[in-house]
């Protein structure tokens, strides 16, 4: 590789990577730059000195390559739904890679595994797995990419049955700091391997991945509905409720404030609801069974059934399309009475579109042997507290009511978070590493040792 010449300005750089890839360059003066750097949450206002939109492998490397000896940084990004946490990093030196351009997903039915191009969403896995009566780990949105979510962890409603979906990664090809582009996996580059699965975007650009598929063509799960005005009867029900459910179910219990909007259906519009949701993995009957302490409260509408397992996905009912949200949260080590109080304190602060609890534990909690750096999160609930940020001038606003949701968790806090929830900057993303980051930052120096790369969660 060539070693880039410390003495040029950015200006010089900028040149430099335009000379090798010439109008796939886009840069602050172009046209194309502000429709090209909108992440999807449209909060963010990223502004990288460049941007490349590569759409092959080769492409990939070649770009790399030309960053690497411009003496220039990269950041991988294939949706920017990670936007939030990306804003940390000073952006002025930073390429930004978009992989939105490289989507595919192949499907070999005979081994139950997927091989996904770098920028594929999770639709697109679920639309090539269904016909072989075949789903995947994916989480509550279907445009989040696969890369993104499954190599910083990756929580879905078959979690605690299954674990994160960053142990079904079974091999990664990427393009690392030296411009190579390399496979790793449990035989090949096993440090690689085991640093990429919760380093993610810092250890390289990903150009595919091949992943461990679920045997379920459809899926028990489903919704529950009520007036906020319930919230404290189903809050405390939700909570006795999941100190005892089996593995084979995740779900999730959150009031959501909607705000008056011709879009919504004329029910939820500008009206304060709490809902659980989820997937239970068994039989109808003894799933039925389950259900039936949640269902005695009489919800106003109950989804819950068999259903095609592609349409799990939009259970959780997140946005279809790009979102501006401020959000944060912390992972609990138990829910007493109390902390279902702070639930419904916190659900009730001014500007919060949502607030959340998601059931961990189970097989979330174990790390498997095979695991990378990520393989488990150590804690019993996830707490989330959601705003909308509508324009730039509400972000503060937003900020401040998420941190004041947040706060009334601190007494059940545990010494952990989940990184795909790490959504804003400032936030200490060793918690989300855990113990495993002193070896991540050893492998980093080993495998990017100019960090070169740019992530949403540098290690
Ligand atoms: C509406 C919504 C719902 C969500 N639901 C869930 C959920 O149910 N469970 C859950 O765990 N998380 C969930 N998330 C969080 C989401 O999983 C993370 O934000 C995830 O990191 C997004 O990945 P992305 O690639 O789409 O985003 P991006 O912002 O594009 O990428 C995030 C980071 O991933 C890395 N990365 C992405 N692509 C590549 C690549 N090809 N090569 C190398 N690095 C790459 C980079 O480090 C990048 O900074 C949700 C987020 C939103 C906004």
Redesign the pocket.
Known sequence: MTVFDTTLTTDERVAALKRTLGDRVIVADDPGYDHARI???VAFDQRPLAIVRPETAEEVVEAVRAVAASGLRV?????????GP?ADTDLSDVVLLS?AGLRGVTVDADTRTARVL??SQWNDVLEAAAPHGLTALH???GD??V???A??????FYARTHGLAVNAVRSVQ?VTADGRLVRASANEDPDLFWAVRGG???F???VSLEIDLLPYADVFAGMMLWDAARAAEVSHAWAAWTATAPESATTTLRVINFPPMPDLPPFLSGRSVVVIDGAILETDAAASALLEPLRALAPEIDTFTRIPSPELVAV?M??PGP?PAASVHSVLADLPADAVGAFLAAADVPGLFMTELRHLGGAIAQRPAHAGAVGSVDGAYLAHTLAMVPVPEAMAGADAAVQTGIAMFAPWRADSL?L??IDGGGVDRDAGFGIAIERLRELKRRFDPSDMFA???PV
Request: charged share 0%; glycine share 20%; hydrophobic share 45%.
């Open positions: 992440p999807w949450n950041a991988p990004q294939s949706t920017g739904h990670a936007a990306l992989l770098g920028g989480g509550s949105a989040v990419s890369a993104g979510y190599l910083n962890g990756g929580l879905s990427l993610a975007g810092a390289g650009v990903v959780h997140d946005p979102t989940v795909t929830f992530a949403a969660h």
